[in-house]
C-alpha cells in the first residue's frame, strides 16, 4: 500500500462543475502540499498545508491532521484547470512522499 | 527574480553514454532537490543537497547516479551510461536556508531525457 493514497485517479467534468480530489496518508507528516502539473510541463506549488483550510482564488484545500486526509477543491471549474494534481507529503524535515497524481479534464 | 531553471529542457541520450543534468535554484535559495518522475509513475525522491554537501541521497540508484551542488554554479545530476530505464523527467526544486518544515516548494520545469 502507497503511504500516499489519492482518489480519483482520472476524473472527467463539464466546465463549471465542483471538483473535488481527495489524498489519504499513512504516516506522521509535518504537512502536505498540493502541486498542479501541466502536460509537459514543469510543476506548480499551489498549496501548503499543516492544519485547517487555505483558500486561492478559486481552488481550496482542507487537511484533517486527525483522520489524515486532505482535499482538494475547485469551484467553477474551467478547462484550464485540465493538469494533474499531486499530493506530497513531508515527512521529517526534508523528504516529500508524492501521490499517484489525478488527472483532471474540464470540458467546455 | 526567477524561479528554478533547470536545463537543458529535452535530452537526448544513446544507451551508454552520460547525461548530464543541470539546476540553478532560485535566487537565495541554497537547499537543492532532485526528483524523478518515471512514465505513467508518480514522483520520487532521489536527493537532497546543500551547498558543498550532500544531505539525503536515500532515494538515488546506488550506481551510476550522482549528484552535486558545488560552492559556485548549478546543481548537476550526472547518470554515467545510461539506460533506457533510465528515460523520465528529472525535476529539481529549492528552498532557502535555514528552512523550516514548513518551507514551500518551488519547482523547475524538469528536464525530460529520453535514451535511445
Known amino acids: 500500500k502507497n503511504e500516499v493514497e489519492q482518489s480519483p485517479q482520472n476524473l472527467t467534468a463539464q466546465e463549471g462543475e465542483f471538483i473535488t480530489i481527495n489524498c489519504s496518508y499513512s504516516v506522521g507528516i509535518s504537512a502536505l502540499h498540493w502541486l498542479q502539473q501541466h502536460p509537459g510541463g514543469g510543476i506548480v506549488s499551489l498549496f501548503m498545508?499543516?492544519?485547517g483550510k487555505k483558500k486561492h482564488g478559486r481552488l481550496i484545500a482542507t487537511i484533517n491532521i486527525q483522520e489524515k486526509h486532505s482535499s482538494l477543491h475547485i469551484t467553477a471549474s474551467h478547462p484550464r484547470d485540465s493538469a494533474v494534481y499531486i499530493c506530497a507529503v513531508r515527512e521529517g524535515a526534508q523528504k516529500l512522499v508524492f501521490g499517484q497524481g489525478t488527472r483532471l479534464t474540464i470540458n467546455p | 527574480n526567477a524561479g528554478v531553471m533547470q536545463n537543458p529542457r529535452h535530452l537526448v541520450r544513446r544507451r551508454g553514454q552520460e547525461a548530464r543534468l543541470r539546476c540553478s535554484p532560485m535566487?537565495?535559495?541554497?537547499?537543492v532537490y532532485w526528483y524523478r518522475q518515471l512514465p505513467e509513475e508518480g514522483l520520487k525522491f532521489m536527493v537532497y543537497?546543500?551547498?558543498?554537501?550532500?544531505?539525503?541521497e536515500s532515494g538515488m540508484p546506488k550506481e551510476r547516479f550522482s549528484a552535486e551542488f558545488p560552492k559556485e554554479g548549478p546543481s548537476i545530476l550526472r547518470i554515467q551510461q545510461v539506460v533506457r530505464g533510465d528515460s523520465a523527467a528529472y525535476f529539481c526544486?529549492?528552498?532557502?536556508?535555514?528552512?523550516?518544515?514548513?518551507?514551500?516548494?518551488?519547482f523547475g520545469n524538469g528536464t525530460r531525457l529520453t535514451v535511445t
Open positions: 526544486a529549492s528552498s532557502p536556508p535555514r528552512s523550516s518544515y514548513n518551507s514551500p516548494l518551488h
Open positions: 535566487k537565495g535559495h541554497s537547499h
Open positions: 543537497l546543500q551547498k558543498e554537501n550532500i544531505i539525503d
Open positions: 498545508l499543516s492544519s
